[in-house]
């Protein structure tokens, strides 16, 4: 069974500019996360998504936003790019997303805004 | 809002040393509660989750980890840790009835583990 795949593993951005990044869950996994990662602030969940729906917002500003498709893939966007933005997304799947489930994540996307 | 406490930053040790992070939560309700183990170089991966019953839970690789309920605390342990348990350790929180998407994680606890 294929893991958590994101795309692309490292991106380079300047001020100003948007970012797509990109999230494939384990098959038949219906719930997607977006964690945001950096050494300070450690990881911090962003978004949740189930069925298409946004389930869960993390206390980010509106320019994080993202969307899931009908075969369970997801994106995120930022736009507006910030030096702050600058860290690893990780990107984490479970099967249906109740409390007790285990998420796999992903290996991240590198995000480094110049 | 739930936070999550992981007491040591860094934590260095021998090998054959016995192993406890700390972790503790502040969210007064039912809660599920994981540690994440990121060895270098891979992905986050489950150690081991309490959702309920036995307060003590056991992981893969030797780990477990107790819960008190009274202490909110979710320590991890190992007896005897090896050169290959080198990785940062991450606890996790989330409301029971919540979704998994919605985790608050620790800060992290990077153990070296010295052969």
């Known amino acids: 069974k294929a893991g958590v795949t994101q795309t692309p593993r490292y991106l380079i951005k300047t001020r100003g500019q948007q970012v797509t990044l990109s999230c494939s869950p384990i098959s038949g996994h219906r719930s997607v996360s977006w964690y945001q990662q950096t050494p300070g602030q450690g990881l911090q969940f962003l978004f949740e998504y189930f069925s298409e729906t946004q389930r869960n917002k993390g206390n980010f500003p509106g320019r994080f936003s993202g969307r899931q498709f009908s075969n369970s893939r997801s994106e995120m966007n930022v736009s507006t790019l910030e030096l702050g933005d600058s860290a690893l997304y990780l990107c984490?799947?479970?099967?249906?997303?109740?409390?007790?489930?285990?998420?796999?994540f992903g290996p991240g996307t590198r995000l480094t805004v110049l | 809002a739930q936070s999550v406490s992981q007491h040591n930053h860094h934590v260095i040790l021998s090998e054959a040393a016995s192993l406890e992070l700390g972790c503790n939560y502040s969210y007064g309700g039912t809660v599920n509660l994981f540690w994440y183990v990121q060895y270098p170089g891979q992905h986050l991966q489950l150690l081991l989750k309490?959702?309920?019953?036995?307060?003590l839970v056991k992981g893969i690789k030797g780990f477990e980890a107790e819960f008190i309920k009274s202490k909110f605390s979710f320590n991890l342990r190992k007896p005897s840790v090896q050169w290959s348990d080198t990785a940062e350790y991450f606890c996790a929180v989330n409301e029971w009835g919540t979704n998994a998407g919605k985790s608050t994680f620790g800060d992290g606890t990077t153990l070296t583990v010295k052969p």
């Open positions: 309490y959702f309920s019953g036995d307060p």
């Open positions: 984490a799947s479970s099967f249906l997303g109740q409390s007790g489930d285990e998420q796999f």
